[in-house]
């Protein structure tokens, strides 16, 4: 519950399509269900009906307008929301609309001053859930569907570029969306460490040690960078460049890669990747 939601789900144009979704839903719920015996209110007309349901609808969505608002800028300062804060903000959301048509529903035609103002409140708990609900659950399949079709496209558009890169034995490391982030000479290239969704490129630039993080798996790394190259996983959290390493070391405590260069800490090797780390190291090691 603690991971975050994704961006897009808050993106300016995002919340614009899902207010005016949720608008024209609730708009035709209003009409074709005739909640909270909204019908039976006023003797008029069914364009009157249609136009009075309208501003009710438009003023409840004036709720769901300044809670986005809201989102907005509180998104924009802390940049993320997480999936247990989302859904207490909709929460919030249904309560607060729910509140609105209750006291209208009481207070506003004069049938429903007889009516239990608990009770008005739970059946409009339920309508607005509908309401609110069923398009937000649209909106969010399409925001899904949507953002991953563009992820294909610039994993497509990057291809060839990633191929360029190879062939100059220049390697490119992108994000978990596919946007290339950073890209290392191989002969500058030291080692890789992960930690979480998280893998953080240490290689060397102008011979100074220098660090690059980006959002991505070892295992994505490990599946598209190490075929053909001296690059190979020799931990659950490591990948190793052999052409840097100068020293294999075994001890007490296990097995340790020494890498030519200052300040960088002995990498470890597992026993689940020993047999590979061996089978590379004869070839590429000096």
């Known amino acids: 519950m603690n991971q975050q939601i994704p961006a897009y789900m808050y993106e300016k144009s995002n919340v614009i399509r899902l207010i005016l979704l949720t608008a024209v839903f609730a708009l035709l719920f209003i009409n074709i269900f005739k909640p909270f015996e909204s019908r039976h209110w006023y003797d008029i007309s069914d364009f009157k009906y249609f136009v009075f349901a309208s501003l009710i609808v438009l003023v409840g969505m004036l709720v769901v307008v300044i809670s986005r608002l809201i989102m907005l800028a509180y998104t924009k300062k802390s940049k993320s929301l997480t999936y247990m804060q989302y859904g207490v903000w909709v929460l919030a959301e249904i309560i607060a609309m729910s509140l609105f048509y209750s006291l209208f529903t009481k207070f506003i035609p004069d049938k429903g001053a007889s009516r239990d103002f608990m009770d008005i409140f739970q059946q409009s708990t339920v309508n607005t859930s509908l309401i609110l609900l ?102 659950r959290s490591y990948i190793v460049n052999l052409d840097k390493v100068k020293v294999l070391r075994k001890t007490k405590e296990g097995i340790f890669l020494e890498i030519d260069a200052l300040n960088t800490p002995d990498i470890p090797v597992s026993k689940t990747y020993y047999d590979r780390v061996m089978e590379k190291f004869s070839k590429y090691s000096v």
């Open 134 to 235: 069923l398009p937000y659950s649209i909106i969010w399949l399409y925001f899904s569907w949507r953002d991953k079709n563009i992820l294909l496209e610039k994993i497509s558009k990057d291809e060839p570029e990633m191929e360029i890169l190879q062939k100059r034995k220049i390697l490119g490391f992108t994000d978990e969306k596919g946007e290339l982030k950073i890209s290392v000479m191989l002969d500058n290239l030291l080692y890789i460490d992960s930690a979480d969704n998280y893998a953080t490129i240490h290689y060397l630039n102008k011979s100074k040690l220098s660090h690059f993080l980006i959002r991505n798996s070892l295992k994505w790394i490990e599946e598209n960078h190490t075929k053909d190259t001296p690059l190979v996983r020799c931990h």
